[in-house]
């Protein structure tokens, strides 16, 4: 396994797996690496010969408020973990490697469409961060294939959009959400939660799967849906901010005709503030 720090490193290494005839499978990630980024590296070694892994807190996709400095970041454990799925190169850039002119003013990638909703709407700027540094990461490693969690579904959705809108030469994967053995959905973020409050974080996955056991056995009523989820979460310790029954493919409000659901939610727990969803098909 190769790290590299630089955007000329990166294309000379791409340059020469291209000259063998060599597809490439991408996986952005923010490091502190856990089994949810590792099944995304499983998934793009069965697509591609090479494997090509990002490690970068991206500081334009966070607000002032949020956690950038505190965000967790264990370069050398995520490097021998890389290392041991034999992951060929590993990108790590630093932040003036890749805002060299610094981030303010700098010209970004927005999807209208899809960024002022959910954790848009909450996190102000935050897809436009995302969209964007993307973006730049794959025009740095020009990919076949590149591997997005369902977890962060609506960035999957944004992403999706972005390359399809733009044309982007690169075949966006989905992969499924690894969940801890009490159901809790992985995140780097579960780090900032105490034992008892990871019991707690359960119970998050657990009001997704009754809205979805409920859905499925005919409850249409998905405002009521929506407020019983919001009091339980509540109950059990959360401040919940959003728990929403939408479209899969529009992420708008699910209607009577929508087939292919998805419930997305967002909820604080302690320091945390947790992502989850559920898939529904009628
Ligand atoms: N539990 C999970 N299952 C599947 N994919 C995941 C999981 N957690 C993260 N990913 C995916 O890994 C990629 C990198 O995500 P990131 O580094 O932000 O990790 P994270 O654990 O989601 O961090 P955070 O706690 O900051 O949200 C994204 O495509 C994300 O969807
Ligand atoms: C896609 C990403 C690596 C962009 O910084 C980040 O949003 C993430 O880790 O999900
Ligand atoms: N996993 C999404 C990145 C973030 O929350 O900043």
Request: glycine share 6%.
């Amino acid at each position: 396994m190769k790290t590299v720090y630089s955007i000329n490193d990166t294309r000379d290494y791409i340059r020469r797996a291209r000259a063998q005839g060599r597809s490439i499978a991408f996986v952005p990630t923010m490091g502190n690496l856990h089994d949810g980024h590792l099944s995304l590296v499983k998934k793009a070694k069965e697509l591609a010969d090479e494997v090509v892994v990002s490690i970068y807190v991206n500081q334009l996709q966070f607000g002032p408020n949020e956690d950038y400095d505190s965000y967790p970041r264990t370069f050398e454990e995520d490097q021998a973990l890389l290392e041991a799925l034999d992951v060929q190169l590993v990108f790590a850039p630093s932040s003036h490697e890749i805002y060299p002119e610094g981030a303010e003013h700098h010209t970004v990638v927005r999807v209208d469409a899809l960024d002022g909703m959910h954790c848009g709407k909450s996190r102000p700027g935050f897809f436009t961060g995302i969209a964007t540094v993307v973006t730049k990461l794959f025009n740095i490693v020009q990919p076949d294939y590149a591997v997005f969690g369902e977890k962060d579904f609506q960035q999957l959705c944004i992403i999706r959009k972005m390359v399809n809108d733009l044309m982007l030469p690169v075949e966006i994967i989905g992969a499924p959400i690894a969940r801890a053995e009490n159901g809790l959905a992985l995140s780097s973020r579960n780090g900032y939660l105490s034992a008892e409050e990871k019991q707690t974080a359960s119970t998050l996955y657990q009001t997704l799967s009754a809205a979805r056991e409920s859905i499925i056995a005919g409850d249409r009523n998905y405002d009521a849906l929506h407020r019983d989820a919001f009091v339980k979460l509540a109950r059990a310790g959360f401040k919940p901010d959003y728990f929403n029954i939408v479209s899969r493919h529009t992420l708008q409000p699910a209607t009577l005709a929508d087939k292919e659901l998805v419930i997305l939610a967002a909820a604080a727990l302690g320091r945390a503030r947790l992502i989850d969803n559920i898939q529904i098909d009628l």
